[in-house]
């Protein structure tokens, strides 16, 4: 049986695609990352809650530098760590020209928020060709999970479209990756993710 996801959860399963994918080098302690590994989330929307498992299937080459293509419940991915920015060329229905900014690591991040870039292009989806902007900020926070705290870097995408703003906020955990996310859509949060596990792929013998 094929899931169908609503269009808020598809942009949601777009940018997880995103951000769960490092290259390798200085900055993969913000996301650990090899062939075959498989990060499992509980996503929850207003109406339902499942599980969006996300899969790292091979290395490719992304804007000319050493990238990875995912595959998650919608499609492929492609992302790539570039002069310390991890950045987004496609994703999954979706590609960024040029391509767009998700994570800079930086060791003198402060609780409070800063902006760490910026960006303008264009997004194409479904076919549609649209004018776009985003801003990247970022800071320390404590993630309060309930039965533990942890120390994250809190990553806040704010994509501006014609049709409005779509904000991503999404918390790594040094040595684990992404451990939480969630959208909102001109405000309003749409879904949110919380990671459940981490696994290997099982190969065929």
């Given at each position: 049986m094929t899931r169908r996801y609503s269009?808020?959860?598809?942009?949601?399963?777009?940018?997880?695609?995103?951000?769960?994918?490092?290259?390798?080098?200085?900055?993969?302690?913000?996301m650990p990352l090899k062939k075959d590994h498989i990060w499992t989330y509980?996503?929850?929307?207003?109406?339902?809650?499942?599980?969006?498992?996300i899969r790292v299937t091979r290395a490719i080459t992304v804007d000319g530098t050493s990238g990875f293509e995912l595959a998650g419940p919608l499609g492929v991915s492609r992302i790539a760590w570039?002069?310390?920015?991890?950045?987004?060329?496609?994703?999954?229905?979706?590609?960024?020209?040029?391509?767009?900014?998700?994570?800079?690591?930086?060791?003198d991040l402060k609780d409070a928020p800063r902006q760490v870039a910026s960006w303008h292009g264009r997004t194409y989806s479904l076919g549609i060709e649209r004018p776009s902007s985003a801003t990247l900020t970022e800071q320390k926070e404590t993630l309060d999970l309930g039965t533990r705290k942890i120390q994250t870097v809190l990553a806040i995408v704010n994509l501006r479209l014609p049709t409005g703003v779509l904000e991503i906020k999404s918390w790594y955990q040094a040595g684990v990756g992404l451990v939480q996310q969630e959208q909102r859509t001109n405000g309003k949060r749409i879904i949110q993710l919380v990671l459940v596990g981490q696994s290997e792929a099982k190969r065929e013998s």
């Open positions: 269009a808020p959860v598809k942009w949601l399963l777009l940018l997880v695609g995103a951000v769960v994918a490092t290259g390798c080098g200085a900055n993969d302690a913000m509980r996503a929850r929307t207003v109406f339902e809650r499942h599980t969006v498992p570039k002069s310390n920015r991890l950045i987004a060329e496609s994703m999954v229905n979706a590609r960024f020209v040029p391509p767009i900014p998700l994570l800079i690591p930086s060791s």
